[in-house]
């Protein structure tokens, strides 16, 4: 006979799976531009494709590449605030409807304006789902199994461009489109078997139906204790708070510190540029003087960082949060560093034994750092640390780091230029640097505390975060 734990964890997995293969779908979007313009290319030059090449120029690729960041910023947006007036499960579920259209939109196209279209299409989905996904995991989750599972958030993501590479290397570009398609309506499916977000149904639906979603996540009759400390967080739904309500009241320092530093974090790392170098990696080889075939560096470091995300459940469960942070951010820094100092050597005509292969050392360190430590532990403070009432400013914290995203990539190749490749990846190394420091003085410690311990750690105005619950370098 099957126990109530086992039970339990088996209801978790299949809710929290369910949204973790949308995000899986958002991955392979990332993914998807490193294999499809190459192609694209391609059947311009040889034009020996089945279907009409579409007639573009490496500018106009390179918005093709950009464009789902684009959309990233507006899907942000509309994810908060529709998660927060008709339920996180729901607009997930809505999601999909964008992002199957963006994809067919790929895959039919005929001119590089719908490309742009649909990667626009796609990015808007994605990031509804990204601005619901870790919140609704947290809450989905019972406590001693809520940081694995948010730390599976980014191993999904390198998931998704993992297979995006691979289908790349089997399918032509027009054809991949067809796996996350059907990615999605298992995504959509599968949720719609799952109950909606128990905090949500409290303020919106009553203590009914939050009694029946908890029950059948947790698998046991009495749900009484979980029911009471929602209420702490309760949002009502003659009080619930607005966009403009919830800025209004960022103010609070219990409001304004955990968004500050959940915001402030995931901008410091988007600036040390790891989609950066998941676009651009074979730029990268090439530039540092390896010779590798383009789809075999890509796939490398997908899968570096695949094996980062696994190590990630690991580290996330058995260590403190914020020392993980501080020791997988002082890797990717050395990394930078290293990096930055190889290109400069190159730069002088310093040569030494083995100046060749370090660039690769150095991007496979900083890979495996990012996806083991600083990359999961964005999403885990994320659905931490934010208070769940006012998951609403969720939508706009996504959209700033887009934004960031989106600068980030899109400069890339002119930073380059600009201040040359060692100085790009050392300017990489200072926004670590910074984040490191955050990491050392003021984030707090929230690995084994329920929602209403973090919550309290920054309500009082006059209080500072307790010495224990901060690390120090």
């Not at 499809?36 to 494709?49: G, L, R």
């Not at 590449?65 to 990233?72: K, P, R, T």
Request: proline share 5%.
């Amino acid at each position: 006979m099957i126990s109530v734990e086992t039970q339990a964890l088996c209801r978790e997995i299949q809710a929290i799976m369910s949204i973790y293969a949308g995000v899986v779908v958002g991955g392979m979007g990332m993914g998807y531009s490193a294999i499809a313009v190459p192609d694209i290319q391609s059947e311009v030059y040889s034009n020996t494709s089945l279907f009409s090449p579409i007639q573009t120029n490496d500018e106009e690729l390179s918005w093709f590449a950009s464009s789902i960041n684009l959309g990233q910023i507006g899907g942000a947006l509309i994810g908060g605030v529709s998660g927060t007036k008709y339920g996180p499960k729901l607009t997930i579920i809505l999601a999909s409807i964008p992002i199957i259209l963006g994809w067919v939109l790929v895959s039919v196209s005929t001119n590089i304006y719908l490309l742009i279209a649909g990667r626009v299409l796609k990015g808007i989905g994605g990031s509804t789902v990204t601005a619901n996904c870790t919140l609704l995991v947290a809450q989905y989750s019972s406590q001693s199994r809520r940081g694995p599972f948010l730390s599976l958030f980014p191993l999904m993501i390198g998931l998704g461009i993992l297979a995006s590479y691979i289908a790349g290397l089997l399918l032509t570009w027009r054809l991949v489109p067809v796996i996350p398609v059907c990615f999605m309506l298992m995504c959509a499916l599968a949720l719609s078997q799952v109950p909606e977000s128990p905090i949500w149904l409290l303020g919106h639906k009553g203590e009914h139906e939050t009694e029946v979603a908890l029950k059948w996540l947790r698998g046991k009759p009495d749900v009484s204790k979980e029911i009471q400390e929602l209420k702490l967080t309760q949002e009502n739904q003659n009080e619930k708070l607005t966009l403009v309500q919830a800025i209004k009241n960022l103010k609070k320092p219990g409001v304004y510190k955990p968004v500050l530093l959940v915001m402030v974090n995931m901008i410091l790392v988007m600036s040390m540029g790891p989609f950066s170098v998941v676009f651009y990696a074979v730029t990268i080889f090439q530039s540092s003087g390896i010779s590798i075939d383009n789809y075999l560096a890509a796939i490398i470091i997908a899968v570096v960082r695949l094996i980062g995300g696994v190590l990630a459940i690991f580290l996330i469960k058995n260590f403190a949060r914020v020392k993980v942070g501080i020791v997988t951010m002082t890797l990717m820094i050395i990394s930078m560093v290293g990096l930055g100092a190889c290109f400069y050597c190159k730069e002088q005509n310093i040569d030494f034994p083995g100046l060749s292969i370090i660039p690769l050392i150095c991007l496979l360190l900083y890979m495996l750092a990012f996806g083991a430590g600083v990359g999961p532990l964005q999403w885990v403070w994320s659905g931490e640390l934010m208070p769940p009432e006012y998951k609403v400013l969720n939508g706009g914290i996504v959209s700033v780091v887009t934004f960031t995203l989106f600068l980030n990539t899109k400069l890339f190749p002119n930073l380059l230029v600009w201040i040359q490749p060692y100085g790009t990846y050392w300017l990489f190394a200072a926004s670590g640097l910074v984040a490191l420091i955050m990491y050392c003085t003021v984030f707090p410690e929230s690995k084994g505390k329920s929602m209403v311990e973090i919550k309290q750690m920054f309500a009082a105005k006059d209080k500072k975060i307790p010495k224990s619950d901060s690390i120090e370098c």
